[in-house]
């Protein structure tokens, strides 16, 4: 008999999320949207300078940032709360390379343009409460694509498979490695579970040991981890 996934409690207490973006009838209606849902939207915020402070204020598990904000723009705000444990998911009009991967460079989880369907904003707001990487189709290649391409200039080529194994990176274990190979890839956390038959919890709770053993904040900084020591070719070549 194959083994089965283990069963996940669910949790009844609300994801908190900050809202951001300076158009009235957008915020208006996303806050709605998400309340809707069963969200829970402790402040909402027009510009920069305040969703820096809300957010410090309420330490929301989930920041939804307009990325063309008046005072600061959404990778400053970024910047500015890389010391929060608040995931931030970016939600804006541009799906511009430029624009996406400043973001993502400076601590956003996910990237959404505004064209996605309240459903799926919803949806990507619980996803990114988790832990797991959001993005419009399309923009998460070009997100890996970036930090391979930054990966290689950093580190002159990518460690080829072969070299890597355990002992490159003794503070992990050989499922906490497994995991990090499959993340690298860009899988969600649901697909890691089911590509490893285990929980979807079991998932993020070796997502987040990793991160505390080796000093990191964000699973973007465990993509660019992955990806300077070359994990995610192991599972490209398979």
């Known amino acids: 008999m194959p083994a089965q996934p283990e069963t996940e409690p669910q949790s009844e207490v609300p994801v908190r999320v900050l809202v951001a973006d300076d ?4 915020l208006g209606a996303l806050e709605r949207d998400l309340a809707a849902a069963g969200l829970r939207v402790v402040a909402t915020a027009a510009d920069g300078p305040s969703t820096v402070r809300r957010a ?7 920041l939804v940032l307009d990325l063309n904000l008046p005072g600061l723009r959404g990778d400053e705000v970024c910047r500015a709360l890389g010391d929060l444990p608040t995931r931030i998911l970016i939600l804006s009009a541009s799906g511009e390379q430029a624009d996406v991967l400043a973001a993502i460079k400076a601590g956003a989880t996910g990237y959404l343009v505004k064209s996605a369907r309240p459903e799926e904003i919803v949806a990507a707001v619980e996803a990114t409460s988790r832990g797991e990487a959001v ?4 923009l998460a290649g070009m997100v890996l694509g ?3 391409r930054m990966a290689d200039e950093e580190a002159g080529e990518v460690t080829a498979p072969e070299q890597v194994d355990r002992d490159r990176i003794p503070e992990l274990t050989d499922r906490e490695i497994e995991v990090l190979r499959l993340v690298a890839t860009g899988m969600s956390y649901k697909e890691i579970a089911a590509e490893l038959v285990i929980s979807h919890r079991t998932v993020q709770n070796h997502v987040q040991n990793t991160l505390g053993k080796l000093h990191m904040h964000n699973r973007v900084e465990l993509v660019r981890f992955a990806i300077s020591r070359g994990l995610e070719t192991d599972i490209r070549a398979d």
């Open 23 to 26: 158009h009235p009838l957008w």
């Open 135 to 138: 993005f419009t189709p399309g």
């Open 56 to 62: 410090r204020a309420t330490t929301p598990d989930v």
């Open 146 to 148: 970036e930090f391979t």
